[in-house]
């Protein structure tokens, strides 16, 4: 059995999966449909007569969040330990990179058992994937993963020779040096176990332990990457694995925003974030956590930090709730995503359906469905595996283009009545029309035209007043 050290995490509390691959996060659908034996799969810019189609409010239900396997291999909890993640633009040039091989020997000379996880250098993961597809239009997985590994363990061959410049011993380790197991899918691997035994004996002997984010080996024994933005799962689960006090994540950002500070700039720093709420933000597109990491820190009641790189002020914690939480503030933010595609599928058997799509590895997220049509949306990045899925189940599909997903997002919203009513109040202000609307008890999202979405988040940011400090939160 895989050990865990007792972290008193809410484990009591976890989520049931609904199905056991596939859907990362959903909301519930209705009734049953037919089977219907024609493919069509076409790409449509006339979404408006989908949405005529169908209501505008869908029932209300809770989304729920993938359960999360255990990720503790060997270790063994030792006090004093620290893991720190630093993003890609906080390595994003040599001398950025010497800034934070200081940090973290600075960390270490307080004593502190320090595991660094890094990113790739700036856009190197991009210019590799870019790379891939010059060479053939559609890689092997499992080669464009051995490819795609590689920016990060550059970071930490580079930082280890920074730190001992600095006077520190530092070993890099890559994702299977350090241990980290993942089951067998190429570009988006989950972490299975971590055998962390490698990483003790270098933290024993005083040494700076640099581990690659992003990456693992299979079960198979290849190795895989975790999904855009996977250091961040990467260093969760590490803390997890050796019992660390928290996980202190630095970015380009100062923290968690009530907005994107890049679409909104007078967007207010939060200074606490359920785990709930981080969850529903990273599903909803605020890319500044890693959706699975999220799910990973919850499980395992690891506290987040999320802060930048660029400054020693505090950033926000990403926490159980608190009753802080629920009485200050009522929206914790707005998010927005480019990165989803709608599916509408006719007469097709439900679970045959969703059993195909989840076969072939795609994360449904909204899924609603009226009479016999479904309309479900997964990340724009498996729209080949949802084409082929879609195929198998015989299903009668449109996809849909040119959306945007708009997300409300708050903890208070579970004990305040008129959250929906000010949110479509300010799309009909601004003449945004909102389609394939869906809730939970602390988000409400809906879909608007993509050339919207961005005045459509500020003036829901506006309208809710998030910018205001009056609802500002204490740490915890
Ligand atoms: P890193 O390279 O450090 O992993 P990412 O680019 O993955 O950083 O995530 C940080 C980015 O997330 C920020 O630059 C910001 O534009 C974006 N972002 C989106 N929504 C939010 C939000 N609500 N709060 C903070 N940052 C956000
Ligand atoms: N370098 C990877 C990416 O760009 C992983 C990460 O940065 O977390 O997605
Ligand atoms: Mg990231």
Redesign the pocket.
């Known amino acids: 059995m895989p050990f865990l050290p007792d972290r008193g995490g809410p484990a009591s509390r976890r989520p049931v999966a609904a199905l056991r691959s596939g859907l990362s996060t959903r909301t519930a659908a209705s009734r049953h449909g037919n089977c219907n034996k024609t493919v069509t799969f076409r790409s449509t810019e006339r979404f408006e007569t989908v949405d005529r189609l169908l209501p505008r409010l869908q029932r209300v239900a809770t989304t729920e969040f993938e359960a999360v396997p255990a990720v503790a291999g060997d270790a063994t909890a030792r006090a004093g330990t620290i893991v720190m ?6 390595v994003g040039d040599p001398e950025k990179l010497k800034d934070v091989a200081a940090r973290i020997v600075a960390a270490h000379a307080e004593g502190t058992r320090v595991v660094a996880v890094l ?1 790739a250098m700036g856009d190197t993961t991009d210019e590799l994937v870019r790379l891939a597809y010059e060479i053939s239009p559609r890689p092997e997985p499992r080669e464009l993963d051995m490819l795609i590994s590689v920016g990060e363990r550059i970071s930490c061959a580079l930082a280890a020779m920074a730190i001992h410049d600095l006077g520190d011993e530092a070993i890099s380790l890559t994702g299977s040096q350090a241990g980290i197991v993942t089951d067998t899918v190429h570009g988006k691997a989950k972490i299975v176990d971590v055998r962390a035994r490698r990483i003790h004996e270098a933290l024993d002997q005083d040494k700076v332990v640099l581990v690659a984010g992003f990456q693992g080996v299979s079960t198979s024994l290849d190795i895989t990457t975790l999904g ?2 996977g ?2 799962t990467t260093a969760v689960a590490l803390a997890a694995a050796l019992a660390a006090s928290h996980c202190e ?15 909104v700039p007078n ?1 207010r ?2 200074h606490a974030v359920s785990y709930d709420e981080m969850l529903e ?1 990273s599903a909803s ?6 959706l699975r990491s999220v799910e990973v820190a919850r499980n395992y009641g690891v506290k987040l930090h ?1 802060r930048s ?1 660029f400054s020693d002020d505090d950033g ?1 914690w990403v926490t159980e709730e608190d009753e802080r939480m629920l009485e200050k503030a009522i929206i914790s ?4 995503t480019f990165d989803e595609a709608v599916y509408r599928v006719q007469s097709v058997d439900r679970a045959d359906l969703f059993a195909a799509l989840a076969e072939a590895g795609v994360n449904v997220d909204t899924i609603i469905q009226t009479g016999d049509e479904i309309v479900f949306s997964a990340p724009l990045g498996d729209r080949d595996d949802a084409q082929a899925a879609l195929e198998r189940a015989s299903a009668n599909c449109d996809y849909i283009e040119g959306l945007a997903k708009v997300s409300l997002i708050g903890a208070g919203m579970k004990s305040h009545p008129g959250i929906a009513a000010r949110t479509f109040a300010t799309l009909r202000e601004i003449g945004v029309d909102a389609r394939f609307i869906v809730t939970s008890p602390i988000k409400i999202s809906f879909f608007v035209e993509r050339g919207d979405a961005e005045r459509t988040v500020l003036a829901l940011h506006e309208a809710f007043e998030l910018a205001s400090t009056a609802s500002e939160r204490e740490h915890v």
């Open positions: 993640k630093f993003g890609g633009t906080s990113s855009r933005g250091s961040d994540i630095y970015t380009d950002v100062a923290g968690v925003f009530s907005a994107d500070p890049r679409i967007a720093k939060l933000l597109g605020a890319k500044v956590l890693q999320v790189t926000t933010g707005v998010a927005h």
